[in-house]
């Protein structure tokens, strides 16, 4: 898939404030500062589409961009922010339920993880939620670029043994923002699933 154009469509903050077009979309979710927005800008060739935060956590948005006028990206707001109260989290938790549930043109979720670090309990509970949706799910570890050969090896063994604990088979994407590493692997798995092609 090639990315002609790509634009900043809403943050919709609301169920209701959703795009009802029924065009596919392609959600993208993750802890706070594993690199979303940037691998986000990295797909889409550009440095400023999706704003790249020093102060994680802010954004409690569904941000939709429209690619090639005939997909959308979405950016969901990042999780395990440890400013952010219960409530909030419990919001956040209810919200992503719906989503998965109820959004019939969600066509796949793309969960990513810090190549660095052992998912976390949050990331555990968003594999418990894929695990009871049919919505396809695949696995985007970031920031490779900062691990060796070795590392990436036990990078994937600890996701992968945390996912067969969670009784999930999932396909797993070694990219980073830095070197651009996954990104036309990415890009085929979006195409694949959401029909980005044209
Ligand atoms: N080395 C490296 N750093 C990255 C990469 N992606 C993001 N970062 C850094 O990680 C921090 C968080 O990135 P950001 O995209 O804002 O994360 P978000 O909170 O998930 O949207 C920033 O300091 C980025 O420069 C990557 O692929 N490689
Ligand atoms: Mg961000």
């Given at each position: 898939m090639i990315i002609k154009?790509?634009?900043f469509i809403k943050g919709a903050t609301r169920w209701e404030h959703l795009p009802v077009d029924g065009l596919p979309e392609v959600a993208f979710v993750?802890?706070?500062?594993?690199?979303?927005?940037?691998?986000?800008?990295m797909l889409a060739g550009r440095t400023k589409l999706?704003?790249?935060?020093?102060?994680?956590?802010?954004?409690?948005?569904?941000?939709?961009?429209?690619?090639?006028?005939?997909?959308?990206?979405?950016?969901l707001p990042g999780y395990g922010y440890a400013r952010i109260s219960r409530t909030q989290r419990?919001?956040?938790?209810?919200?992503?339920?719906?989503?998965?549930?109820?959004?019939?043109?969600?066509?796949?979720m793309?969960?990513?993880?810090?190549?660095?670090?052992?998912?976390?309990?949050?990331?555990?509970d968003v594999m418990a939620l894929m695990r009871e949706s049919d919505v396809p799910y695949?696995?985007?570890?970031?920031?490779t670029d900062k691990l060796s050969g070795n590392q990436r090896a036990r990078s994937r063994a600890e996701i992968e043994a945390v996912l067969e604990k969670a009784a999930l088979e999932v396909p797993?994407?070694?990219?980073?923002?830095?070197?651009k590493r996954g990104r036309e692997e990415l890009l085929g798995w979006i195409e694949d699933l959401a029909g980005g092609k044209g």
């Amino acid at each position: 898939m090639i990315i002609k154009d790509i634009e900043f469509i809403k943050g919709a903050t609301r169920w209701e404030h959703l795009p009802v077009d029924g065009l596919p979309e392609v959600a993208f979710v993750g802890r706070s500062n594993v690199g979303k927005s940037s691998l986000l800008n990295m797909l889409a060739g550009r440095t400023k589409l999706a704003r790249t935060s020093r102060t994680p956590g802010k954004t409690q948005e569904f941000n939709y961009y429209l690619v090639n006028q005939r997909l959308y990206f979405v950016d969901l707001p990042g999780y395990g922010y440890a400013r952010i109260s219960r409530t909030q989290r419990n919001r956040w938790g209810r919200f992503i339920g719906r989503y998965l549930t109820e959004r019939v043109s969600l066509r796949a979720m793309f969960h990513l993880i810090d190549s660095r670090h052992r998912p976390t309990a949050r990331d555990e509970d968003v594999m418990a939620l894929m695990r009871e949706s049919d919505v396809p799910y695949l696995v985007v570890l970031t920031k490779t670029d900062k691990l060796s050969g070795n590392q990436r090896a036990r990078s994937r063994a600890e996701i992968e043994a945390v996912l067969e604990k969670a009784a999930l088979e999932v396909p797993m994407i070694f990219t980073s923002a830095r070197d651009k590493r996954g990104r036309e692997e990415l890009l085929g798995w979006i195409e694949d699933l959401a029909g980005g092609k044209g």
